[in-house]
């Protein structure tokens, strides 16, 4: 009796299968909706991020550490006045802008020299706040004419950062990138690219090195280098020089871990001043483009 039940219900089962088979079924494509399956997103790397961030705050020392205004002196009797020995008397006028013309250079197809350098702006170039890293700038002189070119604009690191900007000159293009180096942002490579290729490749440590060698020497507590410079102001990132000037004092040789001040000229003009960082027995006066240093 089991056998025969069973029997009939696998006979059945098989008519089914064989009747589904036998008939036409079609599929109306139409009616089926596409289903838009997520790619999935590469994970942030918070490592790489944090390298990044490291880099960047490393850009803000490209010149050293500057965080010292000059601390004005208020005397009845001026440094030459008192016992105070001078020992340098700089006519800053005579390397007025002179860090501009550094021997970094490409020429145009027509043969127009471009020389390259690095200044800093007075303010940030974009409006609102920015870090000190953000004021530093590729300079460009050529035919009387300077152009600007915020460095971290044009920093390329993996794909967490990339920039570029291309001026024209003498009527060709030529576009600027910086590849940083995480581990050594001085080797970070400086790449000009124009009509016929790449004009110009160099680290950015080798710019610091020539920019060292500008302005006048002057050994204190340690030895420095006198730069003085038209002041820049950049507006939405298009920057010009104004005609105030200042001076800066590097550390030498230039490197993350040196000091440097600013001495705005029109602020400090005909007063005496000293720096609690390189000592309070070295006395500076700025008259009228030229630095008298003093000592007790």
Aim: glycine share 6%; proline share 3%; aromatic share 14%.
């Amino acid at each position: 009796m089991k056998k025969n039940f069973f029997f009939t219900i696998i006979i059945f089962l098989i008519s089914r299968v064989y009747l589904f088979a036998s008939n036409d079924i079609s599929i109306d494509l139409k009616s089926v909706k596409e289903v838009n399956i997520p790619s999935p997103k590469p994970a942030i790397d918070t490592n790489k991020s944090n390298d990044i961030n490291l880099f960047l705050n490393s850009l803000d020392r490209i010149w050293g550490t500057s965080n010292e205004n000059p601390k004005e002196i208020y005397l009845s009797k001026s440094i030459e006045e008192t016992n105070k020995t001078v020992i340098y008397n700089f006519d800053l006028n005579k390397i007025l802008d002179k860090y501009l013309y550094t021997p970094i250079k490409f020429k145009t197809l027509k043969q127009t020299e471009v020389i390259m350098s690095i200044s800093k702006s007075d303010n940030c170039p974009v409006s609102g706040s920015c870090s000190e890293g953000d004021k530093f700038l590729l300079t460009l002189t050529y035919n009387n004419t300077t152009d600007f070119i915020p460095i971290k604009k044009i920093i390329n690191v993996g794909f967490l950062m990339s920039g570029s900007k291309t001026i024209t000159i003498d009527d060709e293009q030529y576009t600027f990138k910086i590849y940083g180096s995480i581990i050594n942002p001085n080797k970070s490579k400086i790449e000009v690219k124009g009509p016929s290729g790449v004009v110009l490749t160099k680290e950015l440590g080798e710019i610091l090195n020539v920019f060292s060698n500008f302005g006048y020497k002057a050994v204190l507590n340690k030895e420095y280098r006198i730069v003085y410079g038209r002041k820049i102001f950049c507006d939405n990132e298009n920057c010009k020089f104004l005609k105030g000037k200042k001076v800066f004092i590097f550390e030498y040789p230039v490197n993350q871990n040196s000091d440097y001040f600013g001495i705005d000229e029109t602020s400090y003009n005909g007063k005496e001043f000293y720096f609690e960082s390189i000592g309070r027995n070295y006395i500076f006066k700025l008259l009228n483009g030229i630095l008298t240093i003093g000592k007790n």
